[in-house]
């Protein structure tokens, strides 16, 4: 029985991921989709992008110095209206996974830093169906 229910688990995860892989071609085909180019339509269009900073932990604080050392999460959001689908047309997938290498970045540049610089961790992008 606990067979059955894994083959069958298999199978289904299977059939998803190959349609997000499909839909991840498909978005990021080369012919459609550039990354070092900035996501509009129009050229007159503006990106507006989003910038949240969190610090996540409090390293060290070095009072005759002034410098506080830290750890913190940085979270960009930005629409790019070339990364739409129709979620019928992709068995319901509305959010799909791409790495972050692969999409838009915008250049943000944190000022006053000081010592090591701005490690980016995370490889993935969220990318969420924004078609309506």
Known sequence: ???????IWLFFTGIVCDVEMNLNRTLLNPIVYEK?????????DVTNVSFDLS????IDVDEKNQIITT???ITMVSRDP???WEPLDWDNVSL???KYDKVWLPD???YNVSGKKIIFT??????KNSKS
């Open 1 to 7: 029985m606990s067979l059955i229910i894994q083959l």
């Open 36 to 44: 070092s180019i900035r996501p509009a339509l129009n050229h007159r």
């Open 55 to 58: 610090l996540a932990q409090l």
């Open 71 to 73: 750890n913190q999460w």
């Open 82 to 84: 070339k990364l739409r």
């Open 96 to 98: 799909l996974h791409i």
């Open 108 to 110: 943000i540049i944190l």
């Open 122 to 127: 995370e490889k993935y992008s969220k990318k």
